[in-house]
């Protein structure tokens, strides 16, 4: 048998995946084209980093490191318990929100489901989906935001699974707290609604978030978030889910049996305890979104009003080649034609200098 025959053996859905294509690597910029100065508004990470609490979090237990994590996470499980105001057993932990989404798809879904999302919606939904060999039922956006409506009328008695973002990445766009909790409210019993609440911090206090109280009235609800975008630890891969206590206990049987390691544990729980790191990221995302949009006003560029810590910006011409004119001034930004919007470039808020260094360099680009 020839190694090619191999992709014959793997699940159908399996064969025909396309992996998650991530934002392009620093160090494999500066490999390619030997530049130094990169600036990198591709992933939505923090551009203050990690706090500090965090850092010395990890420091402090660095020489534990022999030992095996906590595989409860009973500490952190404790401190977002306390923060939302749930009990423990309705957090479930992963390596990264991703693993929660992996999780979910891995323990509800067969092949005869149907999974409904949005067009332009987190790229891992599909993914997801296609794994587990269900069928995506992809309902077209309205104003490149979810049409609760349509997905809605798009639930047939093989939908097991709804997945919604909010704020939407790519997008940014933001769905009324009301228009959900009435989506999720319709649902029938029979369907999982995976609320994606990846960038909530991000979202202004006027727009505040009631999902965590649908939960007493939702058991069909999974409210996931992270520690990847406001708390600035993307690389240590920590995300949790919210939901009732028996689809925890579901969710808890097909995870490994450490899927957070000892670091993540000790610098999230340390990280949800810094509000100062926290709001310093928020203030810094609002002054940024002003100084990019003002930037693409000047240009006489449009773009999609984004409650996270991104902006898809419409260049009206196709994304890909200023992307690579941008890579070549050392300017990592995403392009987004794999979700249907080729001539938009995502751009994640950096510091002041790394915004401005991107208004300068896509003047460049255009001109
Ligand atoms: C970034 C992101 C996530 C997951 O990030 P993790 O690092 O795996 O926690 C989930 N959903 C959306 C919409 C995202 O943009």
């Known amino acids: 048998m020839s190694n090619e025959n191999l992709y014959s053996l793997a699940l159908p859905g399996v064969q025909k995946l396309i992996p998650y294509k991530a934002g392009k690597p620093i160090e494999e910029l500066e490999r390619e084209l030997g530049l130094t100065q990169i600036v990198k508004l591709a992933s939505n990470e ?34 977002l318990a306390t923060k939302y105001a749930v009990d423990a057993s309705q957090i479930t932990l992963g390596n990264g929100s ?68 909010n704020p939407n990445n790519p997008t940014g766009t933001l769905l009324p ?19 994606d609440e990846a960038y909530f911090e991000f979202v202004s206090q ?13 058991p069909n609800l999974i409210i996931t978030r992270t520690f990847s ?24 049987r097909v995870r490994q049996p450490f899927n957070n390691n000892t670091l993540a ?30 930037g693409f006003k000047t240009l006489g560029l449009e773009w ?7 902006v898809s910006v419409n260049i009206q011409r196709e994304g ?17 034609a794999n979700y249907e919007m080729p001539n938009f470039l995502r751009i994640s808020i950096g510091t002041a200098a790394e915004n401005n260094a991107f208004l300068q360099a896509l003047g460049e680009v255009l001109a």
């Open 46 to 79: 923090n551009p203050l980093g990690p706090g500090k609490q965090a850092i010395a979090a990890i420091q402090k237990v660095l020489p534990e490191l022999a030992l095996y994590p906590d595989g409860s996470g009973f500490q952190l499980k404790q401190a």
């Open 98 to 165: 991703n693993e929660l989404l992996e999780l979910v798809a891995r323990a509800f879904l067969t092949p005869e489901c149907e999974v409904v999302f949005s067009q332009h919606a987190f790229a891992v939904y599909p993914l997801v989906t296609q794994a587990v060999g269900a069928t995506a039922v992809v309902v077209p956006a309205k104003d490149y935001g979810h049409d609760l409506e349509a997905m809605a009328q798009a639930i047939t008695p093989k939908t097991r699974l709804v997945f919604i973002a």
């Open 177 to 195: 707290q009301a228009d959900v909790e009435q989506f999720i409210g319709a649902l029938p019993d029979t369907v999982i609604c995976v609320l």
């Open 206 to 218: 006027t727009e505040a978030f009631n999902s965590i109280a649908w939960l007493n009235k939702f």
């Open 229 to 252: 975008k406001a708390y600035g630890l993307a690389g240590l891969r920590v995300g949790y889910s919210l939901s009732c206590p028996e689809i925890a206990d579901i969710l808890n």
């Open 265 to 294: 544990l000790v610098a999230a729980e340390a990280a949800l305890g810094d509000a100062e790191h926290l709001h310093n990221t928020i203030s810094n995302n609002s002054q940024g979104m002003q100084l990019l949009t003002d």
């Open 304 to 310: 999609i009003p984004s409650a996270g810590n991104f």
């Open 320 to 336: 890909l080649p200023v992307y690579d004119a941008l890579l070549r001034k050392g300017v990592i930004v995403r392009p987004v």
